[in-house]
């Protein structure tokens, strides 16, 4: 038997519909739990029992949700990104500044995670929040990183990940994505064009390190009237440049 592939543990992957379950719900029962993994009532009651011994899980009378272990976690993977306080403050400041909403973002298996939010004043509600995962293809952010990419690591994920239709401007051809992406390494930022969400743009710039892959991307999301291309060249851009300089200093000397 070839030992080439790790043995699976299927307890494990109970244990992960159960914390996705709980992190959906905020808070639930057993036997609402069981209903929604379809595992038995005994087997989600078990992992629940063992989840709570490990403090990732607190009982609230009969109801389960997660702990507040989890803030600790998240942030100690925020840290492995870029400087996460300055990430943070960036996001906002540019957003105070643009009145717009933007985003900070990582790629992870073939998607794009938003990991900060932040909404300036003018700002219209946007489907992502932090925690997603988003198609690299169809979103600023993701295009950014992916036009930092060898045209190989581009096809990889196409064809592993698809390049799924969101909205009737996504870009569903290889051939045409390929092309999307050497304007955006040309001009130095990507662009949104309606693509992942009707109405919306999105201006966004990869954020990169010497001599390590991109870490990350901003992004800037709005309106289509208001995200035109004269804001985007006459004030966008160079905004998005200055804040994407400011993380990839300071991670730099952190």
Do not use: W
């Not at 105070?96 to 219209?124: P, R, W």
């Not at 109405?199 to 208001?226: F, H, K």
């Amino acid at each position: 038997m070839s030992t080439d592939t790790p043995r699976r543990v299927d307890a494990v992957r109970r244990t992960g519909r159960i914390i996705e379950a709980l992190q959906r719900r905020g808070s639930a029962g057993v036997t609402e739990l069981a209903d929604e993994v379809e595992f038995s009532k005994s087997t989600v009651h078990e992992h629940l029992a063992t989840l709570a011994e490990e403090g990732m899980v607190v009982k609230d009378g009969h109801a389960y949700r997660l702990s507040l272990r989890f803030l600790d976690i998240a942030e100690a993977v925020k840290r492995t990104i870029a400087e996460h306080d300055i990430v943070c403050e960036q996001v906002r400041e540019l957003a105070d500044a643009t009145g717009e909403v933007v985003h900070f973002g990582a790629k992870e298996a073939g998607c794009v995670v938003y990991i900060e939010k932040s909404k300036g004043d003018a700002v219209v509600q946007t489907e992502a929040k932090v925690g997603d995962r988003m198609p690299m293809h169809s979103t600023a952010l993701g295009k950014s990183i992916l036009a930092e990419l060898p045209a190989e690591d581009v096809e990889r994920i196409a064809a592993e990940y698809g390049l799924e239709k969101r909205t009737g401007y996504t870009i569903t051809s290889l051939d045409e994505l390929q092309a999307e992406l050497e304007k955006t390494a040309s001009r130095g930022y990507s662009i949104d064009d309606e693509e992942n969400i009707p109405g919306m743009r999105c201006i966004g710039m990869a954020v990169s390190l010497p001599e390590t892959e991109t870490i990350g991307a901003l992004g800037v999301s709005g309106p289509s009237q208001r995200m035109t291309d004269d804001r985007i060249e006459t004030e966008l851009r160079s905004k998005l440049a200055r804040a994407a300089n400011t993380i990839e200093v300071n991670s730099l000397h952190s």
